[in-house]
């Protein structure tokens, strides 16, 4: 089992910034893809960014130039960095990690973009 924890969220004035950490702990050896998905009221849960452990990572359109995702392997953490921040990007974020095909989530952090 694989527990995660995330932080970071809050409220912020558009084109602000803020930054996400999820930090993994239990069962955590041959973690691969760590990530950070969305969902906004009355949307579907999105991938927003992830990261493998050969660091290749992928955006959403709508995030790529202004949020930027990474990973302390040291420290079991992946981070998201929200910059330029739309009142668009307020949802729920949840970090998702898949650990030999197998997905685990966070509970979720609220992000709530002001304009």
């Known amino acids: 089992q694989v527990q995660l924890v995330e932080s970071g969220g809050g409220l912020v004035q558009a084109g602000g910034s803020l930054r996400l950490s999820c930090a993994a702990s239990?069962?955590?050896?041959?973690?691969?893809?760590m990530g950070w998905y969305r969902q906004a009221p009355g949307k579907q849960r999105e991938l927003v960014a992830a990261?493998?452990?050969?660091?290749?990572?992928n955006y959403a359109d709508s995030v790529k130039g202004r949020f930027t995702i990474s990973r302390d392997n040291a420290k079991n953490t992946v981070y998201l960095q929200m910059n330029s921040l739309k009142p668009e990007d307020t949802a729920v974020y949840y970090c998702?990690?898949?650990?030999?095909?197998?997905?685990?989530w966070g509970q979720g952090t609220q992000v709530t973009v002001s304009s």
């Open positions: 239990g069962t955590i050896f041959r973690i691969n893809t």
């Open positions: 990261i493998t452990s050969g660091d290749s990572t």
């Open positions: 998702n990690v898949n650990r030999v095909g197998v997905p685990y």
